[in-house]
């Protein structure tokens, strides 16, 4: 398969994971929240939360483990294979003994630490034991997912996710309709994680056949290579980890796991969002890292600032759908409650603040792809740990005098300064491109876009009165159709313009 079909194949397959992923949360969560209350569903997101700190232990083993892998095997080197598998799995292990020690600290600890509402403290802690436990016994089951990265078949990484999703799903409604509870909830989330990772391995077992595992390949040079590979990685998914979860860390120490869930209810449809742009953006990296290997550095900068306008135009179509119809959805999903604004703010309010962040991390996307492809990883750890600082510290200062709204404001002020005051000043200097060229490139798009769909969303309204999901339905679709038309028109030059009228238009000529 060439390269062009390869990463069709891997974009098709991870736009269809996302979907997937993004259509059963959304389905789910108004049952799940029914069926446990708010306090028992903000209770759940905060587990889901502590299920990916724990990550963090892995010390960034599982990237580095996919670069050295892939680096083996494109050698022939199934020695070098089997020892990066071997000591690697040597390590997670370690750090899965790790994460269950210290979870069980935090499972005594937990009904003082946090402000628990409608649970007992022998249930917190059976909790928040389960779940540690379940992170333990799949840490070194995780090495085996770096094979599908080294043969590019993240078709098959996709297939055993959604699979995973859909089976949890099936016995996650079963649980909740049969009221077993959250304890049952979160041990089938356990133990249906495992069963994956098991098929992950039987996987990795066919796609590196010849590479082994065994402690006689545990090797020291090979820790060595892999801690010098992830030192800078790990601070990067930290502060990855921290921004999507620093709402469950603040939120429920300040106010209560109530708010919580009404602030998760905005703050996961941005989430959806931002996986829908990262996963269009993430095949931008193998072609950065061809350009700099050959030391094209004019095709990276034509990469940067075509790539950046086309993603700000993209995300600009999903942020403003978000901003003009996010309201009706919530309502229509999980009820007037959410929006109202009586107990606490509209999580339509919170949605709203949270785009700000969402379009300055889709402006910058690309960039973040290019800084990877130029192995520039110590700056992406800076930026990463600065910007995870800064939204937990505006957090608390914020969410006491304003609540939910102040934890969402101060996210987005913090995202808003490290992608589009940091991050583009960086890599104009690097790439040698004046910075206003870049912005240039971006206001536009966004300004175009937003101003085509508030016009169509008055216009809309003044026929269309949301009354139910299918006049929501209409009222996205006329904002997209409205939104992509301006998008196209403003966002793409006519080169681009040309080869998108050849993709979608039949050849002349033809049956």
């Not at 107990?343 to 949605?351: R, T």
Request: charged fraction near 15%.
């Amino acid at each position: 398969m060439g390269l062009a079909s390869t990463i069709a194949r891997n974009v098709f397959s991870n736009a269809t994971g996302f979907l997937v992923n993004a259509v059963v949360g959304i389905l789910l969560t108004p049952f799940v929240e029914s069926r446990l209350g708010d306090a028992g569903y903000g209770l759940w997101i905060m587990l889901v939360s502590f299920t990916g700190y724990y990550g963090l232990l892995d010390i960034g083993i599982r990237s580095a483990v996919g670069q050295y892998v892939t680096r083996y095997w494109a050698k022939n080197d199934l020695d070098g294979v089997s020892r990066t598998l071997s000591t690697a799995t040597g390590l997670m292990s370690l750090g899965g003994l790790i994460v269950l020690v210290a979870g069980g600290t935090i499972a005594v600890f937990a009904p003082t630490i946090f402000n628990l509402q409608g649970v007992t403290p022998t249930t917190a802690r059976t909790l928040f034991a389960i779940v540690a436990g379940g992170v333990a016994l799949n840490f070194p089951l995780l090495v085996a997912q770096s094979a599908a990265y080294a043969r590019s078949r993240f078709d098959l990484v996709q297939a055993v996710n959604i699979t995973e999703r859909m089976v949890f799903v099936g016995v996650a409604v079963w649980i909740l309709l049969n009221d077993h509870g959250l304890v049952a909830l979160a041990i089938a989330n356990a133990s249906v994680q495992l069963a994956a990772n098991l098929v992950r391995v039987v996987i990795a077992r066919r796609l590196l056949p010849g590479a082994r595992l065994a402690v006689r390949f545990f090797d020291r040079g090979s820790v060595k290579e892999l801690y010098g590979y992830s030192v800078f990685s790990v601070l990067i998914n930290a502060g990855d980890t921290v921004l999507v979860h620093s709402s469950a860390l603040v939120i429920p120490i300040v106010l209560n796991e109530t708010a919580l869930a009404h602030y998760g209810m905005g703050s996961l449809l941005v989430y959806q969002m931002l996986g829908l742009v990262s996963a269009i953006a993430w095949t931008i990296t193998p072609l950065a890292t061809a350009s700099d290997a050959r030391g094209d550095r004019e095709a990276v900068r034509r990469l940067w600032l075509s790539g950046s306008r086309l993603m700000i135009a993209f995300g600009a179509v999903v942020g403003g759908g978000l901003v003009f119809a996010g309201e009706d959805f919530i309502r229509l999903w999980v009820g007037e409650d959410y929006v109202s604004g009586a107990d606490y703010p509209s999580s339509a309010a919170v949605l709203s603040l949270l785009v700000i962040g969402a379009l300055a991390r889709a402006a910058m996307t690309i960039g973040r792809q290019i800084c990877f492809g130029m192995r520039e990883v110590r700056f992406l750890a800076r930026l990463s740990f600065v910007e995870a600082g800064m939204t937990l510290l505006l957090g608390f200062a914020l969410c006491k005098p304003f609540g939910i709204l102040g934890v969402a404001a101060g996210s987005a002020t913090a995202t808003v300064v490290a992608q589009l005051v940091f991050m583009p000043r960086f890599l104009a200097r690097r790439l040698e491109v004046p910075l206003g060229r870049w912005a240039s490139g971006l206001v536009g798009p966004l300004a175009a876009v937003f101003a085509a769909m508030l016009l169509a969303d008055r216009v809309l309204r003044q026929w269309l009165p949301i009354t139910g999901w299918l006049e929501l339905g209409l009222l996205c679709a006329g904002l997209a159709a409205a939104g992509g038309a301006v998008g196209v028109a403003v966002g793409t030059t006519r080169e681009e313009k040309g080869r998108l009228a050849k993709r979608l238009l039949p050849r002349r000529g033809a049956a």
